[in-house]
């Protein structure tokens, strides 16, 4: 995503995801990164299938048992809920997955989502 590639990371993703039939304890990531690609290639408007990537990461990482990639699909969504205006939807998305750790908050991934939420409070009261 970075090096302005999404082409190529789709089909590595697809790739990946292609060689498991059965969802793996990686399945969730592949997922969520799929969606975080298309959205470089779309507008957040138009960005359906990103959106049921996410939901489908955050399924199936809540199905594992997969609490830390269960947050990264919800911060997804909830970044992308956001970007379209569905302010109240995107907490309702993230806070119930963030509040569930009870340790780690050091960590990028729950920083990233605090200040999401911190983000998206701020804009409910606006």
Do not use: W
């Not at 990371?9 to 498991?20: F, I, N, R």
């Not at 569905?86 to 989502?113: H, K, M, N, W």
């Amino acid at each position: 995503m970075k090096a302005g590639r999404s082409a190529e990371g789709l089909a590595v993703l697809d790739e990946g995801l292609a060689q498991s039939p059965e969802p793996s304890g990686s399945t969730p990531e592949l997922l969520r990164l799929r969606g975080e690609l298309l959205l470089l290639q779309t507008a957040p408007a138009t960005a359906k299938p990103s959106k049921d990537l996410f939901r489908e990461a955050l399924d199936l990482a809540h199905q594992q048992g997969a609490l830390s990639l269960e947050l990264r699909a919800a911060t997804s969504l909830a970044g992308l809920l956001s970007n379209q205006g569905q302010t109240s939807d995107a907490i309702a998305c993230l806070e119930p997955v963030y509040r569930r750790f009870t340790e780690g908050f050091g960590t990028a991934d729950l920083i990233t989502a605090k200040q999401l939420l911190d983000e998206l409070s701020d804009a409910g009261r606006r």
